[in-house]
């Protein structure tokens, strides 16, 4: 499969993508000294492109700190990209100003990971959810109040919540209302940053369901972030894995799941339980730990932990390519110098 026929499938995949993004990175600067100069980078995004589909919930799987939720908000623009560009209904939003992002962030909204920090305690909930309806002039008085307790039914909070406040609610609902505030102003594209990873199993199962709900209710676009590989394969229909902030694999869900071809993949899967107390699975335990971001290992990031690796993998990063084993229109992206 050769570079051109790599950039064909993924030009097919972007024609009907919602959000697009082509060579995307981003670092943190560490500064030190009297004159506080650059003095190192923490490099969390190096380089990613992918294309988002309307309609679907692309799940992006790693561990933890790996620049997952980094990626989600560089692509929302909280935090402006280093390098590389940004694509939204086909308009490259990269470089717009203040006023012209206001506008784009209407179609474009976020639900935070800790549902006890992302709610300020100080604001009712009908401020919390009707902030952006007054902000961006939708409603305002009473029927903004009306919006926001519709919002709340929605998401399955009685209408009597309005005007209290977040200490009142448990942590499966105080998610509901930071779920209600995304979607105040009908949003298209959602990242959803591990939006159950803090909640008890039986309340992920209940937002999970509430999402997927929404979803086909208003047509919603998803980036949904976790390191639980189990919640990602119950809602989304493709999957990436990142890797010390470079993607080494895409596919369909079910590819994924039953096919995984990145040694990285793989050792992730292996740790997954298996339901069946009969069933046996060999467990692939990770050497070492996850590399530093500051200075990532040359050639291809995984080799220091991967039992498959060779001198080319410590010496060349491997270009992301599409498989040959991929047909019928499931495109399986894989950056691996022995797969």
Not at 11 to 17: F, I, P, Q, R, T
Not at 84 to 94: A, C, E, K, P, S
Not at 217 to 230: G, N, P
Request: hydrophobic letters at 40%.
């Amino acid at each position: 499969m050769t570079d051109a026929d790599v950039r064909q499938a993924e030009a097919a995949v972007a024609g009907d993508s919602l959000v697009r993004i082509d060579n995307l990175v981003k670092h943190f600067p560490i500064k030190g000294g009297v004159f506080s100069r650059e003095v190192a980078k923490v490099q969390a995004v190096g380089g990613v492109s992918l294309a988002i589909r309307s309609g679907e919930t692309l799940g992006l799987v790693g561990e933890s700190g790996c620049g997952k939720s980094t990626l989600g908000r560089t692509i929302l623009r909280l935090w402006e990209p280093t390098e590389g560009r940004i694509y939204f209904q086909n308009q490259d939003i990269t470089d717009y100003g203040a006023d012209r992002m206001r506008r784009v962030r209407r179609e474009m909204q976020i639900i935070f990971q800790d549902p006890y920090a992302s709610l300020n305690p100080r604001m009712t909930v009908e401020q919390i959810v009707g902030g952006s309806l007054s902000v961006h002039g939708i409603a305002r008085g009473s029927r903004r109040r009306g919006r926001v307790v519709e919002l709340l039914e929605t998401v399955g909070i009685r209408e009597d919540a309005v005007d209290r406040y977040p200490y009142e609610f448990s942590g499966g609902q105080r998610q509901r209302i930071g779920i209600a505030r995304a979607l105040a102003v009908l949003p298209k594209f959602i990242v959803a940053d591990e939006p159950v990873s803090s909640l008890d199993v039986s309340i992920q199962a209940q937002i999970i369901n509430l999402l997927i709900s929404l979803q086909e209710q208003f047509h919603l676009t998803f980036l949904f972030i976790a390191h639980d590989l189990r919640v990602v394969e119950h809602v989304s229909d493709r999957i990436a894995v990142m890797y010390l902030g470079k993607i080494v694999e895409l596919s369909e869900s079910k590819t994924i799941y039953f096919s995984p071809l990145h040694p990285y993949t793989q050792a992730l899967l292996s740790a997954l339980p298996i339901p069946e107390a009969t069933q046996r699975k060999e467990r692939i335990i990770l050497k070492g730990d996850v590399p530093s971001p500051i200075n990532p290992p040359s050639g291809c990031y995984f080799h220091p932990r991967c039992w498959k690796a060779t001198d080319v993998c410590r010496e060349r990063f491997p270009e992301v390519r599409l498989h040959p084993s991929s047909k019928g229109g499931a495109e399986h992206y894989v950056a691996c110098h022995n797969v």
